[in-house]
């Protein structure tokens, strides 16, 4: 379960960087993008400490 779970955190990290990316380069809506990434890693994390 610990491996799977720094898997996921792995996961991501990558796919926070990819949407930082891509929004930065696009307009700036992709704010609501970030929130809801954070808001499901938040609730992620909660759910499984």
């Keep these: 379960m610990r491996y799977q779970k720094e898997r996921y955190e792995e996961w991501l990290f990558i796919v926070d960087q990819t949407w930082m990316k891509r929004m930065s380069q696009e307009s700036g809506n992709g704010n609501t993008m970030v ?8 609730w992620y994390r909660l759910s499984y400490s």
């Design 35 to 42: 929130v809801i990434l954070l808001s499901l890693r938040w």
